[in-house]
């Protein structure tokens, strides 16, 4: 079972991580970016063999960087290791008009 919401978040290019920090929270918070950008880097970093080259399109280093920038966007990399490490499944629809 599940809920389908709708909530409008900024397109600053860390609406991924707004969205799922309202999905834990209940709340549209911006500033969570930089704290889920850190918890990706550091599991990219930690895990080099699953977060290898052809995983990431680039060397592992070099996304690490690329990730902790606030004009970086997230996308499945992303989505999977937040949902791990948080513990949740969730769905995430991207609708513009």
């Known amino acids: ?19 799922i920090g309202f999905l834990l929270s209940g709340k549209v918070d911006t ?7 850190e918890i990706i880097a550091q599991t990219v970093h ?3 063999e699953i977060y290898n080259d052809g995983i990431l399109g680039r060397p592992n280093a070099d996304y690490v960087a690329w990730i902790m920038q606030e004009s970086s966007w997230g996308g499945a990399i992303e989505v999977s290791i937040l949902s791990a490490h948080y513990g949740i499944e969730y769905v995430y ?3 513009t008009f």
């Open 31 to 37: 500033s969570v970016g930089s704290f889920m950008r």
């Open 1 to 19: 079972n599940g809920i389908l919401l709708k909530q409008v978040v900024a397109a600053d290019n860390s609406c991924l991580f707004t969205s």
């Open 93 to 95: 629809f991207l609708i």
């Open 46 to 48: 930690n895990e080099k």
